[in-house]
């Protein structure tokens, strides 16, 4: 696979005349200038020495200098960005030369170049190119599963686009989302985009002629037509793992002193550089069997990276096995990410209850609300195993106000703080969530047992309890220490049938088991009447200015003895969904208020900054531009929602969570899966009393947030790449698929594409289609591509199809050679199905594949 626009500098240790690859480090026309020259025998540095923590330090008192976390293009590799921190268009970083030895994801400090040196926009470029392209950094709160709204389609037959999206979880905050920037018609547009490994698009044609330039003569340019451009000064802490999964190739110098010493590691993800790697952690027959090992995905990790060699020193790790198959993909995406999936050491089970099972101490009774003989129950995917949240709804007595419980499993109850069992859970932070499996932040006793709120046995947990009117007016609100036995385990569509079957018994056979203390009639009831409530807490919270952006989510239905993917298909995010979410959202506000008021300085919280201004603007002006008439003042997007200890920011107009609308919110209420919630617990827990402070001072309370951050973005970048690898195996085992796909950005010679029927991002190029010509214009500022289709048949006319943003159009995935590569083709217009490809019955598979909550 080759690399357009790709110069690279050659190796320079010693003994390297050329070491050419397709998809090393990548140079930008500006690294051009840096070749490597020998000098009388002494190499001259590609890289710049870093800067001293203290002019750095100096430099960002003055404001000389920037600190931010990098972002590489994984499209086009040279090209990095990181935030501007006034809210303007990202600043951009130039090559490999200008980026410094820094990695993706890495926080950095930069200094901005010369103006003549900034990023020319040009005019017909519609920033496309001129905002780096994020891995999941929505926040999860306005990212759901839903399907596209049908209004998208018929979009002047409405005043407003409603962009509605569903949460797998019973927590709003806590979709996975597959998302993307994507640049549209100078816009960053979200879409859903499943990314394959390595990356898709890395030999895609060049569109050189629709992206930027670097300046020349910059002073009759107007202000708008650059971007600042920047290179980095210093590394302030290497985020990026450093371990990369790819294939081993010999050195091309078969005479170099260095072919008998090195191997080349060609990293899948080709923002990784190439690293040299010692011959003798190679297997044994490498050298003289090289082929044996082409397909062999191999893990390395970066030890050294010199200033004066583009390719970096590392060690081989281990090797996975075959490229293309589950396990060793699987392995190599949870490594490159610091995924830790160790068994859980004999010290950490030490800390667990070693008599199981497990009884409630009588003590327990005495300090909490005894609520056993409530109706109880939990909702939640029908394969789900760590119930982390449980419901209650009772009418009371004066027939107009009902009594609201969420009841969370008291984890920490069974995590004692400082322990190996703590230790582990912090530095883990979060479940990880694959398509197969997942990789708990907590042992498997504690998430599926001691903690699970599993029907018909009691168990530890903590409440929050509302009086309600049924308009959701809350009259008072309790916190407190609990104990409860759910009456049963609904699954969401149990709930979704007794929503929709409001006055109909459902047979017993229909339902899973009910305690004897209570009848399926008084659940059904329950269930209704937290229904009504939570419409109007969501119709309340729409109103006030909440947002929610459309996101969809692939389910498959797995092989039962290989494995692999038989089928996929849309997760439906239905009123059973939005139902828990509402409480779920409640019950987290209710906590942040709460531990907010009684510990100022030390309250664990979320906040969603607001939007960049220029996003912002260009969104509204695009949306203009396209008749979709929006209003935006009331609530931010397309930032990612952070954790952060409230006294460490002076203005708490900071505090606020843009995306929810709201001033104050937290995660109180998934401990099982999230640590961040186990700290907010025992916050809660000193709030009412039962416990004292926990003595952390704010500065380190901020850092175990930003760890909770950083371990969230991963795991959420790892399901998704878990999500593309199986996406990629079955087009590969049941492909060609077809689908109707909507255009969502026209580029000079390509399109993007969303491919509906199964929620994916692709790009396609016009110089991979049977075309006679294609014709890239304006209409006012609308983007059009004309294609012309050569005719099938030499006696007919060609035929012209009209590209244009949010147009409908037929595309066919398929594999291809490349292991877990497909790409997408455009079905030339007028042709029958040529797949013949029939609508599959939709099932589940037997995996967790929905507990990403």
């Known amino acids: 696979m080759s690399h357009p626009d790709c110069r690279l500098n050659l190796g320079t240790l010693r003994g390297v005349s050329s070491v050419v690859g397709p998809h090393g480090v990548g140079a930008s026309p500006s690294d051009k200038k840096s070749k490597n020259k020998s000098i009388r025998g002494k190499k001259k540095s590609i890289f710049e020495n870093y800067m001293s923590k203290e002019d750095v330090s100096e430099g960002l008192k003055r404001g000389t200098l920037i600190q931010g976390v990098l972002r590489i293009n994984p499209k086009k590799f040279h090209e990095a960005f990181i935030p501007s921190p006034d809210g303007d268009r990202d600043i951009f970083i130039d090559g490999i030369v200008a980026r410094n030895r820094a990695l993706n994801g890495d926080l950095v400090v930069v200094k901005l170049l010369p103006e003549e040196q900034w990023k020319v926009i040009k005019p017909e470029s519609s920033d496309k190119e001129t905002e780096g392209a994020y891995e999941s950094d929505l926040p999860e709160e306005i990212c759901g599963s839903h399907l596209l709204q049908q209004s998208l389609k018929g979009h002047h037959d409405s005043p407003d686009v409603i962009i509605e999206a569903q949460f797998e979880d019973s927590d709003s905050e806590d979709g996975h989302g597959n998302t993307q920037h994507v640049l549209v018609d100078g816009v960053k547009k979200l879409s859903v985009c499943v990314h394959e490994k390595g990356e898709e698009d890395a030999g895609a044609p060049s569109t050189k002629d629709e992206s930027t330039s670097m300046a020349q003569?910059?002073?009759?340019?107007?202000?708008?037509?650059?971007?600042?451009?920047?290179?980095?000064?210093?590394?302030?802490?290497?985020?990026?793992?450093?371990?990369?999964?790819?294939?081993?190739?010999?050195?091309?110098?078969?005479?170099?002193?260095?072919?008998?010493?090195?191997?080349?590691?060609?990293?899948?993800?080709?923002?990784?550089?190439?690293?040299?790697?010692?011959?003798?952690?190679?297997?044994?027959?490498?050298?003289?069997?090289?082929?044996?090992?082409?397909?062999?995905?191999?893990?390395?990790?970066?030890?050294?990276?010199?200033?004066?060699?583009?390719?970096a020193l590392g060690q081989l790790a281990k090797s996975l096995g075959q490229a293309g198959e589950i396990e060793p993909e699987t392995e190599g995406i949870l490594t490159e990410y610091g995924v830790d999936f160790s068994d859980f050491s004999s010290e950490v089970l030490e800390c667990l209850p070693q008599d199981l099972p497990w009884i409630i101490p009588?003590?327990?009774?005495?300090?909490?609300?005894?609520?056993?003989?409530?109706?109880?129950?939990?909702?939640?995917?029908?394969?789900?195993?760590?119930?982390?949240?449980?419901?209650?709804?009772?009418?009371?007595?004066?027939?107009?106000?009902?009594?609201?419980?969420?009841?969370?499993?008291?984890?920490?109850?069974?995590?004692?703080?400082?322990?190996?069992?703590?230790?582990?859970?912090?530095?883990?932070?979060?479940?990880?969530?694959?398509?197969?499996?997942?990789?708990?932040?907590?042992?498997?006793?504690?998430?599926?047992?001691?903690?699970?709120?599993?029907?018909?046995?009691?168990?530890?947990?903590?409440?929050?309890?509302?009086?309600?009117?049924?308009?959701?007016?809350?009259?008072?609100?309790?916190?407190?220490?609990?104990?409860?036995?759910?009456?049963?385990?609904?699954?969401?569509?149990?709930?979704?049938?007794?929503?929709?079957?409001?006055?109909?018994?459902?047979?017993?056979?229909?339902?899973?088991?009910?305690?004897?203390?209570?009848?399926?009639?008084?659940?059904?009831?329950?269930?209704?009447?937290?229904?009504?409530?939570?419409?109007?807490?969501?119709?309340?919270?729409?109103?006030?200015?909440?947002?929610?952006?459309?996101?969809?989510?692939?389910?498959?239905?797995?092989?039962?003895?290989?494995?692999?993917?038989?089928?996929?298909?849309?997760?439906?995010?239905?009123?059973?969904?939005?139902?828990?979410?509402?409480?779920?959202?409640?019950?987290?506000?209710?906590?942040?208020?709460?531990?907010?008021?009684?510990?100022?300085?030390?309250?664990?919280?979320?906040?969603?900054?607001?939007?960049?201004?220029?996003?912002?603007?260009?969104?509204?002006?695009?949306?203009?531009?396209?008749?979709?008439?929006?209003?935006?003042?009331?609530?931010?997007?397309?930032?990612?929602?952070?954790?952060?200890?409230?006294?460490?920011?002076?203005?708490?107009?900071?505090?606020?969570?843009?995306?929810?609308?709201?001033?104050?919110?937290?995660?109180?209420?998934?401990?099982?899966?999230?640590?961040?919630?186990?700290?907010?617990?025992?916050?809660?827990?000193?709030?009412?009393?039962y416990r004292e402070l926990p003595d952390v001072e704010p500065s380190v309370l901020q850092k175990q947030a930003d760890h909770c951050n950083d371990r969230r973005m991963a795991s959420k970048r790892v399901h998704e790449l878990s999500t593309s690898l199986f996406f990629a195996i079955l087009v590969k085992e049941s492909g060609p698929l077809e689908s109707e796909a909507m255009v969502l950005g026209v580029l000079n010679q390509a399109f993007d594409v969303l491919v509906l029927r199964y929620g994916v991002h692709k790009r396609i190029y016009c110089n991979a289609l049977p075309l006679r010509s294609h014709h890239f214009r304006r209409v006012g500022k609308k983007p059009v591509l004309t294609l012309v289709w050569d005719p099938e048949d030499t006696e007919r006319e060609p035929v012209q199809q009209v590209i244009t943003i949010f147009s409908l159009v037929e595309v066919v995935l398929r594999a291809e050679a490349a292991a877990l590569k497909y790409s997408a083709i455009l079905k030339r217009p007028g042709t029958e199905d040529l797949l013949g490809l029939q609508d599959k019955e939709e099932c589940d598979s037997d995996h967790d594949y929905e507990q990403e909550d």
């Not at 790697?277 to 995905?297: G, H, S």
């Not at 759910?486 to 088991?513: G, R």
């Not at 509402?582 to 607001?610: G, Q, T």
């Open 217 to 311: 003569d910059t002073s009759a340019l107007p202000e708008r037509s650059l971007q600042r451009s920047a290179k980095v000064v210093y590394i302030v802490e290497k985020k990026h793992s450093r371990a990369a999964t790819g294939f081993l190739k010999l050195l091309a110098d078969k005479n170099s002193e260095l072919f008998r010493k090195y191997a080349l590691f060609s990293p899948s993800d080709h923002r990784v550089p190439r690293i040299y790697v010692p011959l003798k952690d190679c297997p044994q027959d490498f050298v003289t069997r090289p082929k044996d090992y082409a397909n062999t995905l191999f893990i390395c990790r970066i030890v050294d990276w010199k200033e004066d060699s583009n390719f």
């Open 362 to 689: 009588p003590e327990e009774f005495s300090k909490r609300r005894d609520l056993r003989k409530d109706c109880i129950f939990t909702i939640d995917p029908s394969t789900a195993r760590d119930l982390d949240d449980a419901l209650s709804c009772k009418l009371l007595a004066d027939g107009n106000t009902y009594e609201v419980g969420v009841h969370i499993a008291d984890v920490s109850y069974f995590v004692p703080e400082g322990s190996e069992l703590d230790q582990v859970a912090a530095q883990r932070a979060t479940s990880v969530y694959l398509v197969q499996k997942v990789i708990p932040m907590l042992p498997r006793a504690l998430c599926e047992e001691l903690c699970s709120l599993n029907p018909m046995t009691d168990k530890l947990t903590f409440s929050v309890i509302w009086t309600l009117t049924s308009e959701g007016k809350i009259l008072s609100e309790w916190f407190g220490r609990t104990i409860i036995c759910s009456c049963t385990k609904l699954s969401y569509e149990h709930a979704q049938s007794m929503i929709e079957s409001p006055t109909k018994t459902i047979p017993e056979q229909e339902l899973p088991p009910i305690s004897p203390e209570h009848t399926s009639e008084e659940v059904h009831q329950a269930v209704l009447n937290l229904h009504r409530i939570a419409k109007e807490l969501r119709k309340q919270r729409f109103l006030d200015g909440a947002l929610r952006l459309d996101q969809l989510k692939l389910a498959f239905t797995l092989d039962h003895e290989t494995g692999l993917p038989q089928g996929c298909h849309i997760y439906e995010y239905r009123d059973s969904n939005k139902l828990v979410e509402e409480f779920m959202l409640l019950a987290n506000m209710a906590v942040a208020h709460k531990i907010y008021r009684a510990f100022p300085e030390r309250a664990l919280l979320r906040r969603h900054p607001p939007p960049q201004t220029k996003m912002l603007n260009d969104l509204v002006e695009f949306c203009d531009q396209m008749g979709l008439p929006m209003d935006f003042t009331s609530s931010g997007a397309l930032n990612m929602a952070l954790y952060f200890c409230s006294g460490m920011l002076r203005d708490q107009e900071q505090f606020r969570h843009y995306a929810l609308n709201v001033p104050l919110y937290t995660h109180f209420t998934s401990p099982i899966r999230r640590f961040a919630d186990v700290m907010v617990h025992r916050l809660l827990a000193a709030t009412l009393g």
